[in-house]
Nanobody
Framework: QVQLVESGGGLVQAGGSLRLSCAAS????????MGWYRQAPGKQRELVAS??????????DSVKGRFTISRDKRLVYRNTVYLQMDSLKPEDTAVYYC?????????????WGQGTQVTVSS
């Protein structure tokens, strides 16, 4: 069962924009945080941006001022998050993974999406 459904990746020229979305399945309970990570070839996976259920956000320094993470305001879609990526650079090229953290018996459980490719051409 796919628990995190991602969409919105693709190919864009430098300076362009893309919007990623991630919807968490209702089978994931007690989500406290959702976010996006990315992994470029030969590099470790890194946090891009995250947002808590209280709408507190966190960004990697490399994307501050260019990327915006947000949560769907409609109650029924509250576990859907978006990553608006503007002023894209070739170094943003990577596979982007959605992440959801839920609390289960006092422990954090991580869920991951299948990944979506973002390619920025120079």
């Amino acid at each position: 069962q796919v628990q995190l459904v991602e969409s919105g990746g693709g190919l864009v020229q430098a300076g362009g924009s893309l919007r990623l979305s991630c919807a968490a399945s209702r089978s994931i309970f007690n989500i406290v945080d959702m976010g996006w990570y990315r992994q470029a070839p030969g590099k470790q996976r890194e946090l891009v941006a995250s947002i808590t259920t209280g709408d507190n956000t966190n960004y990697a320094d490399s994307v501050k001022g260019r990327f915006t993470i947000s949560r769907d305001k409609r109650l029924v879609y509250r576990n859907t998050v978006y990553l608006q990526m503007d002023s894209l650079k070739p170094e943003d090229t990577a596979v982007y993974y959605c992440n959801a953290k839920s609390v289960l018996s006092g422990s954090i459980v991580d869920y991951w999406g299948q990944g979506t490719q973002v390619t920025v051409s120079s």
